[in-house]
Structure formats: C-alpha cells, structure tokens
C-alpha cells in the first residue's frame, strides 16, 4: 500500500489540500470541528508527513549527523548521550555514523549525510584522518560543521575540546610528586593532534621537573588497544627495568599495562604507579582501581550539539555566524594505582 498523502485526507473529506495542511498544523483560521475531522482521518490512516517535501519548504531537516571514532568505546558511548539530550531539547534527531577509525568511511559518511540534507554535522575524526577536503566540502555546501574531541586546527570551524596537554602535565606532575623519576609514556598514533598535545604535556612535566628525556622511554600504541598496553609495556620494562611510573594517554592502554604488571606480580604503586586518561566507566572496577584524567564526555556531546544547533539557527535567520574554541576543565581522579586517593583540579 502506497504512503497516505494530504492529498488523500482532502478527497476523502471534500476539503482542499491547503486546509488538511492547516488543519494538522492548528492554524486558527481552521475550524475546530474540521481540525478534529482530519486529525482522527490522518491518525486512522497512519499518515506520515514527507520529510523530504517539508525540508524542501522549510529548508530545514531538524535533523543533525554525528560521525564518530568508535562504536564500541565508553567515551563516544557517553558523547553520544550528551549530544542527543541537547539535541533533543531543541527538537533535533540525531543520525550517528561511526566511522571505525577509517578516513575512507568518514569521507563516505559526509557524502551521506550531505545527501540526507542534514542541517548540521558534528564529527571526532578518526585517527587516520590526514586530509580534510571532505570536512571542506561540508562548508562549501553551507551546512554547519562543529568537531570535538579529536579535531583539526586546518579547518575554520567550532570546536569543543580538552586542554590535553595540560591535561597530561597535571597527571605526570602528580605523578612525579609522589617520587617516580624513571617516567615512560604509552602514547598514540600521529593523527589525530590531541594524542600528540599528550605528549606534550608528558614531555614538559619532565623538563619542568628537570628529569631528562629518553625517547626510548616512549612507547607508540597506534591502533590504542589493550592488547598494545600488555605488549609496549613488556617491551617498556626489558628496555628500561628502573621505570616506576607509566603514563598511559587512554585508559584503555592502562587496563592492558596494569593487566601486565599483574601477571607477572610486578606491584602497583609500591613499584609502579600508572596513570590513565578518560575516566572510563571501569575504571574503579579494574585491580587495582585506576588513577585517571577525567574526561568530562557528557558535557562535551552536549556543547558541541548545543554550538551547532546555534550556529544552524543563526544561518536560517540570516545572521552572522562566529566560530568559538570551546574548552572544557579536567581533574585528576587518583586512585589505586597512584599515591594519593584525593580529585585534584
């Protein structure tokens, strides 16, 4: 059976199109006898508008994408969460893509949702995202883009982050502070730029602290997984056996350093403290409790929806739209695997 139309509701009734369209909208030149009549017909004939004829004629979808890293991780789980509560709000729905941490896809999920003539995008890029001509083409066709979380600073747009290396700084110095000196870092991939602002962070704490930088005491974990935390830190401990603190930049790789460290009876703090980066929902379940970076994902998911919807309404009314950098506070979660049990600001 095809889709019930307006067209259908006014023959059946003997009215015209135009004031089936008014009824089910309540506009008040529209008796209240004839707004009850095509309302019980439209709801008997499960009538659906056309989205597509109604974004033709309002230029607007109320519809926004999300394209993400992951499916499967606890941040992205609780950004999602954030982004569609705010989006919900305002009378937004959410289409979420995830990407898989392929630039490929991504470029395919941009070309679909500029199909889907969405009125606004929000993106984490994926760690393979070197290039941006499709992040381009999102504003040479007009449509609001806002990035967070992983981003890049070669496209003119919203963003809503982290300050990652101060982040990191805090978390390193902390960990300096309670007596480790032989540091080595679990790090990430090249791409995107908030593994390497990590980094940073790891390295400045060092020379602020004026212990000197090894950079076989770095360890690069470019696909971020557990399995990379066991295997970098065995091969951390061979290279370097004095080491007594490991900073690991997701908690991911912590739950596979620390696992590690268990196995082979190696104690945690008393030998080696390790510090992670996210405050994964776990994170004060895994033996011992992980001492972490909170990584506030809810309120990013909300400020990066709430900046778009902002930035789609000012464009449907023909006004300026400006661009703001967006970062948000973190704090230390100390736990188990640390010196000192307090959140530290």
């Keep these: 059976m095809s889709q019930v139309t307006l067209k259908d509701i006014a023959s059946i009734l003997g009215v015209s199109v135009t004031t089936v369209s008014k009824a089910l909208k309540d506009y008040p030149d529209i008796s209240n006898d004839t707004k009850h009549a095509v309302r019980l017909l439209a709801e008997k004939l499960n009538y659906k508008p056309n989205i597509h ?12 994408g999300a394209i993400l890293p992951k499916i499967d991780h606890p941040f992205f789980a609780e950004a999602i969460t954030g982004i569609i509560s705010e989006a919900n709000v305002h009378g937004y729905q959410v289409i979420i ?37 499709h992040l381009h083409k999102i ?5 609001p883009l806002v990035l967070f979380d992983k981003i890049t600073r070669q496209v003119n747009c919203s963003k809503v982050i982290i300050d990652d290396e101060k982040a990191a700084y805090k978390a390193v110095s902390h960990m ?34 004026e212990i000197t930088q090894d ?20 091969t951390l401990l061979k ?15 912590a739950l596979g350093s620390i696992s590690y460290l268990n196995d082979k009876g ?52 023909k006004q300026p739209v400006e661009f703001y950098e967006v970062k948000l506070q973190t704090h230390l979660v100390l736990r188990e695997t640390t010196i000192g049990d307090a959140e530290v600001r």
């Design 239 to 253: 290279n370097h056996p004095e080491i007594d603190g490991i900073f690991c930049i997701t908690d991911h790789i």
């Design 266 to 317: 190696i104690s945690i703090p008393d030998q080696i403290s390790v510090m992670g980066f996210s405050n994964w929902m776990i994170t004060p379940y895994i033996k011992p409790h992980l001492s972490t970076v909170d990584q506030p994902s809810i309120q990013m998911g909300k400020e990066s929806a709430s900046l778009l919807i902002d930035e789609i309404d000012k464009k449907h009314k």
């Design 53 to 64: 004829a109604v974004t033709l004629r309002s230029n607007q979808s109320k519809t926004i």
């Design 97 to 133: 893509l995830f990407s898989d941490e392929s630039i490929t896809t991504e470029e395919q999920q941009v070309d679909l949702l500029l199909e889907k003539r969405v009125d606004g995008i929000l993106m984490s890029l994926a760690n393979e995202t070197n290039r941006f001509d």
């Design 176 to 209: 300096i502070k309670t007596g480790c000196r032989n540091i080595g870092i679990l790090s990430g991939p090249e791409f995107p730029s908030n593994y390497n602002s990590r980094l940073k962070g790891y390295l400045r704490a060092l020379e602020e602290h």
């Design 215 to 234: 950079d076989t005491k770095i360890c690069r974990c470019d696909h971020l997984s557990i399995e990379e935390g066991r295997s970098n830190t065995e």
């Design 139 to 143: 504003i040479k066709n007009q449509v």
